[in-house]
């Protein structure tokens, strides 16, 4: 069974940094890429950024582009999503998805295995 | 990046009757692979989004045939021939065939 397990949420200050972890377990992590998607309390969802299998390859966002930064750990089966700059429009639960081409056709694109999610507010 | 829209934004339905919720792309979702990369997600309140369809039509394991999708090129739709009172929540329409994914604004499902 497929598990996407999220940590790292929390509360930080508007400019602040934060780092989202995503341990995998239940598939072969390394031959998959892996997505991170966003939801406002209240909204939509929101892809933010995909990686690669190998990591080499990676999409953003224009709204967090040159702000966060995706990477894996393939040895430990670890996705991660370092932010930075914070902003209150950040403010959103974040879901870490295995990517999937049954969804569709770029890398990456969200599957159907998401994480629980973690909540990431920051105040203004 | 690819508009999607949804229609209703809201949904009253009858325990046991029918619903239908449609999405439409801002473009064609013909891949030219021949895939038309349509997904539709349900997210109960609280919980994670769960795909049900993948490739339009294609129901994803262990989701009842209660659920069916359907449509081309720019025009979806999902239904539920029978709605239970578990099938409420937010459902999402999403495309896969142009980068970035993009989602639907969300049909919120709720019991009349």
């Known amino acids: 069974e497929v598990q996407l397990l999220e940590s790292g949420g929390g509360l930080v200050q508007r400019g602040g940094s934060l780092t989202l972890s995503c341990a995998a377990s239940?598939?072969?992590?390394?031959?998959?890429?892996m997505t991170w998607v966003r939801q406002a309390p209240g909204e939509g969802l929101e892809w933010v950024s995909s990686l690669s299998e190998n990591g080499n390859n990676m999409n953003y966002a224009d709204a967090v582009k040159g702000r966060f930064i995706i990477s894996r750990d393939n040895s430990r089966n670890t996705l991660y999503l370092q932010m930075h700059s914070l902003r209150v429009e950040d403010i959103a639960t974040y879901y870490c998805?295995?990517?999937?081409?049954?969804?569709?056709?770029?890398?990456?694109?969200?599957?159907?295995?998401w994480g629980q999610g973690a909540l990431v507010t920051v105040s203004s | 990046d690819v508009v999607m829209t949804q229609s209703p934004l809201s949904l009253p339905v009858t325990l046991g009757q029918a619903a239908s919720i449609s999405c439409r792309s801002g473009?064609?979702?013909?891949?030219?692979?021949?895939?038309?990369?349509l997904n539709w997600f349900h997210q109960r309140p609280g919980q994670s989004p769960r795909r049900l369809i993948y490739?339009?039509?294609n129901r994803d394991s262990g989701v009842p045939d209660r659920f069916s999708g359907s449509g081309s090129g720019t025009d979806f739709t999902l239904t539920i021939s029978r709605v239970e009172a578990d099938d409420v929540g937010v459902y999402y329409c999403?495309?896969?065939?142009?980068?970035?994914?993009?989602f639907g604004p969300g049909t919120k499902v709720h019991i009349k």
């Open positions: 490739k339009v039509s």
């Open positions: 473009q064609s979702l013909v891949h030219s692979d021949g895939n038309t990369y």
């Open positions: 999403m495309q896969g065939t142009h980068w970035p994914s993009t």
């Open positions: 239940g598939f072969t992590f390394s031959r998959h890429a």
């Open positions: 998805v295995k990517g999937d081409f049954w969804s569709g056709f770029h890398f990456g694109t969200p599957g159907g295995d």
